[in-house]
């Protein structure tokens, strides 16, 4: 029987709507949900709605499985940015999918470089506005 911890890393409340899971997670904050199996918590239309709600990461008790989503801003002007994602391991699976950008450039790399650091590397300077969705996942 696991316990799931959702972490908000976004500056406004996450709210998971409805069923077995409802809460309010305030900014920058969790919450603890037990249930029966993660596959049971995962498979909720209400963890999908939440997916698309904010900033977040959330744990597994039962085997260290964790996952964190975010969209990156970048205003441009080099061809790289870094991200903060909090507790990030040098071993994460991290996936970097470039959704808006001024100039045509595409993702060469990202990768942890630091503590709570993704490093974001572009093929040249992605121009203004540049957003990048960011997951990262540790098996």
């Not at 997916?51 to 744990?59: A, L």
Request: with cysteine; aromatic share 10%.
């Amino acid at each position: 029987m696991p316990n799931i911890t959702v972490y908000n890393l976004h500056s406004s409340p996450l709210t998971v709507p409805g069923g077995w899971y409802t809460s309010s997670i305030p900014a920058n904050s969790a919450a603890t949900f037990h249930v029966d199996d993660v596959d049971e918590f995962v498979e909720e239309s209400r963890f999908a709605a939440m997916v698309t709600g904010g900033y977040f990461r959330w744990e597994a008790s039962t085997g260290g499985m964790t996952y964190n989503r975010q969209l990156v801003s970048f205003g441009g002007g080099a061809a790289t940015t870094t991200a903060t994602v909090k507790g990030v391991a040098a071993t994460d699976c991290i996936f970097a999918t470039l959704n808006t950008s001024t100039n045509v450039v595409y993702i060469v790399k990202a990768g942890r470089t630091a503590a709570d650091t993704v490093t974001i590397t572009f093929s040249g300077d992605p121009g203004a506005a540049t957003t990048v969705s960011l997951v990262v996942f540790r098996p």
